[in-house]
């Protein structure tokens, strides 16, 4: 059974930094790219970064790019999505997701139609 685990969100103030993790099991982490998106109430999921099983290539939203940092460690099976900068639009609960297919890259990482796989989610809140 395929899993996402995320962990280590929380409440920061503007200007403030969290480091987000999501543990993987149940398939071969290292063969499949991986992404975070984010959602806030009454609006679609949003792309916020994704990287290629062929690390370190890396997408990420222009809304982010600069402030956020996606990373992978495969012998943990651990993705990660260090934010910085965070500002009260950045509230929102973070996903991350799987990629439906093995040994694939590419741009179309950014559509959530890629992943197959979703973890739970977990809270971000960016105080002003």
């Known amino acids: 059974q395929v899993q996402l685990v995320e962990s280590g969100g929380g409440l920061v103030q503007a200007g403030g930094s969290l480091r987000l993790s999501c543990a993987a099991s149940g398939r071969a982490f290292e063969k499949y790219s991986m992404g975070w998106f984010r959602q806030v109430p009454g609006k679609e999921r949003e792309f916020v970064a994704a990287?290629?099983?062929?690390?370190?290539?890396?997408y990420y939203a222009d809304s982010v790019k600069g402030r956020f940092t996606i990373s992978r460690d495969n012998a943990k099976a651990t993705l990660y999505l260090q934010m910085n900068s965070l500002n009260p639009e950045d509230t929102a609960v973070y996903y991350c997701?799987?990629?439906?297919?093995?040994?694939?890259?590419?741009?179309?990482?950014?559509?959530?139609?890629?992943?197959?796989?979703w973890g739970q989610g977990t809270q971000v809140t960016v105080s002003s």
């Open positions: 997701a799987q990629s439906g297919k093995a040994n694939h890259g590419g741009s179309y990482l950014r559509s959530s139609d890629e992943y197959d796989v």
């Open positions: 990287i290629s099983y062929i690390s370190p290539i890396t």
